[in-house]
C-alpha cells in the first residue's frame, strides 16, 4: 500500500528565506507526483505537477524535483513571502486513472 | 477556462441527516474522483467513476453512495449522517492530455470543494 509522509510537519521561517519541503512515498512505482497548496479551510490549489518520466519542474519561485527510485520529491520555494504561508500536500498517482495518496502536508508560516 | 463546479459551497446538517453533494466536472472530462478531508487529515480518497461505472473505492463508508450521470455529473449521497462526517468533500476530475516526451498523461483537476458540517 502506498504511504506518503512530508517532512517538517511544520516550518516557521523569516521572509526572503530559501526553503525546502521534502516529501517521500513508499512505494516508487508512481503514475505522477504533485505539489498542492491548501490555504486553512480552502481547496485545493495545484502548484506543480511533475510526470513519472521527469526530473523536476519549475514554476516562478517554485521548483519540485522527483526522484522515484528513492522515493523522494522535494518542493523548493525561492525568497519565501508571507503570503506563500499555507500548508503544502505533495500527493502521488500510482497508475493512469488512479486516485491520489496524499501526505499528511507541512505547515509553512513565513513571518514578516 | 471552465473548472470544476461543486454544490452546495457550504451544507449544515443535523445528525442521522441524509445530504447530496453534487460535482460537475471539467467539460469533455469523463472521470470523477471524491475525497474527504477532515479537519486537520489529508485528503482521503472515496470513489471515482469512469464513463458512469464506478471504478474503484477507497475508504467510503456503507452509509455512504454515488453515482455519476449520463451528462457525466456526479451525486454523493449520505445518509445517517454522523459528527464525524464533518468534513470538507472535494470533487476531481480528469483529462487525458496528449503525449508529452512520448508518452500520454492525465491530471486531475480539483472542485472548491463543500464543506459539511454535521451538528
Known amino acids: 500500500k502506498q504511504e506518503v509522509t512530508q517532512i517538517p510537519a511544520a516550518l516557521s521561517v523569516p521572509e526572503g528565506e530559501n526553503l525546502v519541503l521534502n516529501c517521500s512515498f513508499t512505494?516508487?512505482?508512481?503514475?505522477?507526483l504533485q505539489w498542492f497548496r491548501q490555504d486553512p479551510g480552502k481547496g485545493l490549489t495545484s502548484l506543480l505537477l511533475?510526470?513519472?518520466?521527469?526530473r523536476e519542474q519549475t514554476s516562478g519561485r517554485l521548483n519540485a524535483s522527483l526522484d522515484k527510485s528513492s522515493g523522494r520529491s522535494t518542493l523548493y520555494i525561492a525568497a519565501s513571502q508571507p503570503g506563500d504561508s499555507a500548508t503544502y500536500l505533495c500527493?502521488?498517482?500510482?497508475?493512469?486513472?488512479?486516485?491520489?495518496?496524499f501526505g499528511p502536508g507541512t505547515r509553512l508560516s513565513v513571518l514578516p | 477556462a471552465a473548472g470544476v463546479i461543486q454544490s452546495p459551497r457550504h451544507l449544515i446538517k443535523e445528525k442521522r441527516e441524509t445530504a447530496t453533494l453534487k460535482c460537475y466536472p471539467i467539460?469533455?472530462?469523463?472521470?470523477v474522483y471524491w475525497y474527504q478531508q477532515g479537519p486537520g487529515q489529508d485528503p482521503q480518497f472515496l470513489i471515482s467513476?469512469?464513463?458512469?461505472?464506478?471504478?474503484d473505492k477507497g475508504s467510503i463508508p456503507d452509509r455512504f453512495s454515488a453515482q455519476q450521470f449520463s451528462d457525466y455529473h456526479s451525486e454523493l449521497n449520505m445518509s445517517s449522517l454522523e459528527l464525524g462526517d464533518s468534513a470538507l468533500y472535494f470533487c476531481?476530475?480528469?483529462?487525458?492530455?496528449?503525449?508529452?516526451?512520448?508518452?500520454?498523461?492525465?491530471?486531475?483537476?480539483f472542485g472548491p470543494g463543500t464543506r459539511l458540517t454535521v451538528t
Open positions: 476531481a476530475s480528469s483529462l487525458e492530455e496528449g503525449s508529452v516526451a512520448g508518452g500520454t498523461y492525465y491530471e486531475q483537476y
Open positions: 511533475i510526470q513519472s518520466s521527469q
Open positions: 467539460p469533455r472530462h469523463d472521470t
Open positions: 512505494d516508487s512505482a508512481i503514475y505522477n
Open positions: 500527493a502521488v498517482v500510482i497508475g493512469y486513472g488512479q486516485n491520489f495518496v
Open positions: 467513476f469512469y464513463e458512469k461505472m464506478q471504478s
